[in-house]
């Protein structure tokens, strides 16, 4: 196994552009496949599941060209995709998998959808029961509950409400919600339970707007789409750069100096962008500026906190890493969704962070850790082919102890160079 050791370190300081948002970026390659008329996306990620999103699409039959650096031209299908038969495998990619999983079962063909082993261990069964509430036919070839999947044409009637569990992924909700207009029926859907990672959410009624569907929404409990709904290009679109993904270098400059995060700002459509609040509240001196946010270390000890993160689940895996560098106990409450993501992610966090002479307990949704008096040094991190792992922990150096991440090349999924970033910054 590949392993990157990074040597101990106690400053941070200058400035990142980041990658441009990973949720974003496959939300808006689909829109732009399924709208009518050519779309321009500017600052599309480069990463592992934007190219499993790009492969299925061009495999359906989208035209696609890569016109400049990161910048894509996709001639969309106007709600109909050219290949009624295709064979798909989506990696890891969830923000693939879910949303494909919706329009396919939709569109009137034959489809196999397939992954790595980690997405055949992912649940979507709340999604499949959803879809099959609309009518649509898909079978489960492994186990009951996950994918690998078979999807054939469909007779459609949504005249029912379409229910759904909120409290498992956002993910299910964002797929249904960007597939139900290729029915151009009249659709409504409501949420069983609380809905988790509503931001997500948010940025899915954003996107679908931009590309002239409005969703009408009753709290977080009912969405309606409008009968013969049709999506149509804006023409260009500018992806923001991932607000999960700054929050690594602000916490960096949290513990360690001074580091300002460009290509996101305030006024982000991201949730994860709230992380910068939260540093706020802990007395992190915050700037933000037009299209950036600028995190300074305190002279006073960062103090152990209580938070319910449901509002940035990816962001406060980063928290938890923050929490080592904190006088106290942390606990992260709220995080159920953790355990579905590309590991389980408090099993793998608390075992982690362990290494590192934490004391952790976890439960079914919390965790609650409190650092050691002196970090491990050399320990040895595993990532559980889990980037955000990698990422999160690569912030243990600024602790002045070298540490050793295991797989490190895991970030490709949503940031493949971010380890030559961070080095630029450390010292």
Known sequence: MEQLTLPAASHAQGTITL?????????????????????????????????????????????????????????????????????????NAGTAF???????????????????????????????????????????????????????????????TIKIRGDVSSQFLTALLMALPLTKQSATIEVVGELISKPYIEITLNLMAKFGITVQRDRWQRFTIPANSRYQSPKEI??????SSASYFLAAGTIAGEVTVSGVDFNSIQGDVKFADELQKLGVEICGANNSITAKKTVKKLQGFELDCNHIPDAAMTLAVLALFAEGTTTLKNIASWRVKETDRISAMATELRKVGAIVEEGADYIKITPPAQLTPKAVIDTYDDHRMAMCFSLVSLGDVPITINDPNCVAKTFPNYFTEFKKLVS
Request: include cysteine; proline fraction near 6%; glycine fraction near 8%.
């Open 19 to 91: 990658p441009g948002s990973k949720s974003i970026s496959n939300r808006t390659l689909l829109l732009a496949a399924l709208a009518n008329g050519t779309t321009e996306i500017r600052d599309l990620l480069a990463s592992d599941d934007t190219a499993r999103m790009l492969e299925a699409l061009e495999k359906l039959g989208i035209k696609l060209e890569n016109f400049a650096e990161n910048a894509w031209r996709v001639t969309g299908c106007d709600g109909n995709f050219p290949n009624k038969q295709a064979d798909l495998f989506l990696g």
């Open 98 to 160: 879910r949303p494909l999983t919706a329009a396919l079962s939709l569109s009137n063909g034959d489809y196999h959808l397939s992954g790595v082993p980690r997405m055949h261990e992912r649940p979507i069964g709340d999604l499949v029961n959803a879809l099959r509430q609309a009518g649509a036919d898909i079978s489960y070839l492994e186990n009951e509950g996950f994918p690998p999947l078979q999807i054939a044409p469909a007779k459609l009637d949504l005249s029912q």
């Open 238 to 243: 500018f992806v923001e750069g991932d607000a």
